[in-house]
């Protein structure tokens, strides 16, 4: 099957942007960023802007799909402020269905502040 070749600097390369505003989430909790993915989209990364979220904090990034299963894309300590650039070996979102983009407080302690998630992806359809 022959691929399409965009022309521009990015392609079709896009960024799904949105901000969380965490109140408390507490150690192991996870919160659902975004819901429901399409089939035919192809993650190449994960951008994270994050303020301080508080002593022992540690947020994990992962797709999950329609039958539970988790793909990590990113952990990152946020006891400080920070950014993280995250590449990730192409993960396309296909017959295990439409998924979920979530975010859990991995760290020991509650997470409070604001975190803005950039999914890097392309469509490239079913």
């Known amino acids: 099957m022959k691929e399409t070749f965009y022309r521009g600097a990015q392609g079709n390369l896009s960024l799904h942007v949105l901000t969380l505003s965490l109140a408390a989430l507490a150690a192991g909790s996870t919160v659902i ?3 429901q993915l399409p089939i035919g ?3 190449t990364g994960i951008r994270v802007i994050n303020g301080a979220l508080g002593a022992d904090t540690e947020l ?3 797709l999950v ?3 539970g299963t988790e793909t990590e894309l990113s952990v990152i300590d946020t006891v400080s402020a920070g950014t993280d650039v995250t590449p990730v070996k192409p993960i ?3 017959d ?3 998924s979920d983009l979530v975010i859990e407080n991995s760290g ?3 997470a409070t502040g604001e975190v803005t998630l950039q999914l890097e992806y392309r469509f490239k359809g079913y």
């Open 65 to 67: 799909d329609s039958k």
């Open 33 to 35: 960023a975004a819901e």
């Open 96 to 98: 295990k269905g439409p």
């Open 92 to 94: 396309y979102i296909g």
């Open 108 to 110: 020991t302690a509650a």
């Open 60 to 62: 994990t990034t992962k």
């Open 41 to 43: 989209t192809q993650v």
